[in-house]
Structures are given as C-alpha cells and as structure tokens.
C-alpha cells in the first residue's frame, strides 16, 4: 500500500514563503515513482505545480509557478518537498502530491498519478 503523508501548509500573507513536505508511509519508497505536486482552488480543476522525475530527477514546472516554487527531494529519497516563495494570492489552494509512473508526455495530467496525499491548505491573503 502506497502512503504519501504531506505536511506544512497554512495562511500567510503575498509576498511570503512556505514550503510543503510529502513523505512515504509505511514501506513506500518515493524515489521508485514519478513525484509531483498539485493544487486545486475551490471551484476549479486540479492544476499541475511540478513534478521530479524518478530517473535523472529532472524537475518541470508549471509557468505559472516557474521561478517562485522549487520542488525537491531528500538525499534519502524519502520526502519530496516544494518550497514556496513570493506567493501570491492566486497560489491559493489545496495542495496535493502524487506518485506514479508517467510518461514525460502526461506528467502534468492528474488522471495519470494513482497514489495521493491527504492535501494540505494553502492560504494566500492580506
């Protein structure tokens, strides 16, 4: 049974940092999957953030997010982690992070991750 376990989350105010952790549970091992973070808003579809490859590590982002976000993983390959920095009031959301095996061409497509953490609140306001 694959476990994703996210911590971190909250409210801060635009212009501030935060940063997201997803672990392994149990005997999962996140460096045999694709990694990636999502996030939905309320009302609207789930969105691609970034994703670390398994083999290589390489790391894609969604523009809307490039040059703000950092996804990373431990040397362990034990936590996946997205550091969040000038955020903005539109990065507001429920954050998700998600393991599969995905092809390059469906990293950024939900429906191709099985496994998924709880999610996590990100609250982005003055």
């Known amino acids: 049974q694959v476990q994703l376990v996210q911590s971190g989350g909250g409210f801060v105010l635009p212009g501030d940092s935060l940063t997201l952790s997803c672990t392994g549970g149990?005997?999962?091992?996140?460096?045999?999957?694709?990694m990636a973070w999502f996030r939905q808003a309320p009302g609207k579809e789930r969105e691609f953030v970034g994703v670390?490859?398994?083999?290589?590590?390489?790391?894609y982002y969604a523009e809307s997010v490039k040059g703000r976000f950092t996804v990373s993983r431990d040397n362990a390959k034990t936590t996946m982690y997205l550091q969040m920095n000038s955020l903005k009031p539109e990065d507001t959301g429920v954050y998700y992070c998600?393991?599969?095996?995905?092809?390059?061409?469906?990293?950024?497509?939900?429906?191709?991750?099985?496994?998924w953490g709880q999610g996590t609140q990100v609250t982005v306001s003055s």
């Open positions: 998600a393991a599969g095996f995905v092809v390059l061409s469906g990293i950024r497509d939900a429906s191709n991750y099985r496994y």
């Open positions: 670390i490859r398994r083999s290589g590590g390489r790391i």
């Open positions: 149990g005997d999962t091992r996140i460096a045999d999957y694709e």
